[in-house]
Structure formats: structure tokens, C-alpha cells
């Protein structure tokens, strides 16, 4: 008797993982395609921040053009997963760099793979005034991000995206306030395709040699996508990049200096500095702080 029980349950519990499934995939189908103007707003510990973000739909790709309205008009977009930051004021174009939004991207981006979550229905309620369905993606981990997102009943578009913290308290949430018909992107697309073939060529030849840094504590579902050297007061300081599929981060190995600030947080974005021989290693990226110090953890003393 008991264990028909339990095969029930764990029945039951498949079927909805599968619902829950199914209706995050609408969203994504229903957003993939959408042509909107959006005001969205982003709360976290820092204060909130007003972006205008502009979606549409071409070459089978979700494009992203997102504008921070707090101040300088500047921002990113963004084709797939390839893109760009701009500041129209200085009419400036250069390497993606990393935005609290990005999640937003990368989650709603129809080819992100999220085999290592699960997927709970939670409710219905009210938010920005929609009707909305609410959907939770928790990680099959204790120390990635999980995801609250609310689902408009109506359109199937997401209203809102809460990221949690790996003990489910919310560090930062993104809201639409208003949605209205898309009335023109003032930027020329053709960058997106130098940068893509860009891309493409680079990942090919770089991810065919790359080894982790044997002192690193990377977990299994992180893959080392890229590594380099930046400049940093005349000196060239290699990194690491990995990457989910959904966030990324960055490991540099530095001289050994004077550490003033050795963690620090920003909604989404961790920075965690350790030193170690005669060597400073940081932490930079999109997961949580104590994540990022389980990455230095091998480190010898």
C-alpha cells in the first residue's frame, strides 16, 4: 500500500513538472515572437532603475534593444545571444558587458537549456494590475539562483521576474509597468550580424583547448566558454570565463595586492577577491556570493 502511494505521488508530481513545463514554454513561444514597447523597472538592494525596452522578432530571433532611462540615455542589445552595449550620446558601440537584465534575456531566450531545474506552479494573482500565473524555477542545486516568474493569463508574456537567492529570499526584481506597440528601432541591425559570425568563430577555436585552472572549484553544470587577458594598470591579467547557459562568470588571476573591499554585491552581480600565494584571484559575475566563495575554496592558504 505504501508503495503504491508513493508511486502515485512521484506520478502525480512528474505530471505537474510537465504542466508547469508546458507553461513556461508558452511564455517563452509567446515572447520569442512579441513586437512590444515596454517600460520595465529593476529593484534590488541599490535602489530601483527605469529601463524602455523594445522587443521584436526577426530571423527566427528575439531581439532585445534595452535603454537605461535613469539619467544618460545608454544600454545593450541584444540578437540570440549575441550582442552589444551603446550610448547614443556618444554614439558609442562596444563588447556586452554585464547588466542586471541580462537574466531576463537569457531566461525568456527560447534555446536556454534548463534541464537542471525544476518547475513548480504556484498560484494565481495580481501583478502591475494583470491577471497573472505564477511560475517557480528552482535549481536541482543549493547554490545557483531560482526564479519566480509571473505570466499574464491573457497574453502569455511575462509581467514580472524575481530572482532568488539560494535561501528563496528575492534579490531582485524586474517588473513591466506599461506595454505598447513597438514604434521603431533607431539602431542598425547589421552589427548583429559582423558580431555573431564573430562569435561563432571564436567559440570554435577557443572552446577545442581550454583547460580550468586546476586550483579552481568549478561545479559540474558550469562550462569553461572562454578565457583571455585584460589590461589592468599596464599589466595583462588572464580570466576564465564560465557560463549555465543562463548566468556566467569570470575568475582573474591578478598580482597580489592591497585588498581594501574583498566581497561585495549588487543585485544580481557578486565580486569576491582572495588572495593566495603570490596571486590574487576575483570573482565576478552573476551568482551569489557564497557560490563564488565555494570557487576559491581549493585555494592553498
Not at 536556454?112 to 504556484?122: A, H, N, Q, R
Not at 508574456?157 to 506599461?178: D, F, H, M, Y
Request: contains cysteine; proline residues 4%; negative net charge.
Amino acid at each position: 500500500m505504501l508503495l503504491t502511494f508513493f508511486y502515485a505521488a512521484n506520478s502525480f508530481a512528474q505530471t505537474e513538472e510537465a504542466k508547469c513545463f508546458s507553461a513556461f514554454n508558452e511564455l517563452r513561444g509567446s515572447y520569442l515572437k512579441a513586437e512590444k514597447q515596454m517600460t520595465v523597472s529593476v529593484s534590488n538592494s541599490s535602489g530601483m532603475t527605469l529601463h524602455r525596452l523594445l522587443h521584436i522578432y526577426k530571423d527566427n530571433k528575439s531581439i532585445s534593444y534595452w535603454e537605461n532611462l535613469n539619467g544618460e540615455i545608454r544600454g545593450y542589445a541584444l540578437k540570440g545571444d549575441v550582442g552589444f552595449d551603446f550610448n547614443q550620446d556618444k554614439e558609442y558601440a562596444g563588447p556586452l558587458t554585464w547588466h542586471q537584465t541580462l537574466i531576463w534575456d537569457r531566461l525568456f531566450n527560447s534555446d536556454t537549456d534548463l534541464t537542471g531545474f525544476s518547475c513548480v506552479l504556484t498560484g494565481r494573482t495580481r501583478v502591475a494590475g494583470q491577471k497573472v500565473s505564477l511560475i517557480r524555477l528552482a535549481p536541482k542545486d543549493s547554490y545557483r539562483y531560482g526564479y519566480l516568474i509571473a505570466k499574464d493569463d491573457v497574453s502569455a508574456l511575462p509581467v514580472e521576474l524575481a530572482v532568488l537567492s539560494p535561501n528563496s529570499g528575492i534579490i531582485t526584481k524586474i517588473t513591466v509597468n506599461s506595454v505598447s506597440p513597438v514604434d521603431g528601432l533607431n539602431l542598425d541591425l547589421s552589427v548583429f550580424d559582423n558580431l555573431s559570425e564573430q562569435n561563432s568563430a571564436d567559440n570554435k577555436e577557443e572552446n577545442s583547448f581550454l583547460e580550468i585552472w586546476p586550483e579552481l572549484n568549478i561545479p559540474k553544470e558550469y562550462k569553461l566558454v572562454e578565457e583571455g587577458e585584460i589590461e589592468d594598470n599596464g599589466a595583462l591579467v588572464p580570466y576564465q570565463l564560465f557560463s549555465d547557459g543562463l548566468t556566467t562568470f569570470r575568475v582573474y588571476k591578478n598580482a597580489k595586492t592591497s585588498v581594501v573591499i574583498p566581497a561585495l554585491t549588487n543585485g544580481t552581480i557578486s565580486i569576491l577577491r582572495k588572495s593566495s600565494g603570490d596571486y590574487e584571484y576575483a570573482v565576478v559575475g552573476e551568482i551569489p556570493i557564497l557560490f563564488a566563495e565555494s570557487v576559491l575554496s581549493d585555494l592553498p592558504r
